[in-house]
């Protein structure tokens, strides 16, 4: 994550768009800020489960 936001510097102040898992956008924020986009452009999708772990919902 660190050298796609160092390889996209130069375009930063426009929107940012992340989905993935909680702790690549926990991680992936506070860089994003660190190089100077601003909070409110910082859009993001955190992928999450449908269910609750050891939870079994087989359709029959």
Do not use: K
């Not at 993935?20 to 992928?47: E, H, K, S």
């Amino acid at each position: 994550m660190t050298e796609a936001i160092a390889r996209w510097r130069a375009v930063l102040e426009h929107d940012v768009y992340l989905c993935g898992l909680p702790p690549m956008i926990d991680a992936a924020v506070p860089q994003l800020l660190a190089t100077g986009v601003r909070r409110r452009n910082i859009y993001f999708d955190a992928f999450t489960p449908a269910t609750s772990p050891g939870t079994n919902h087989d359709v029959a």
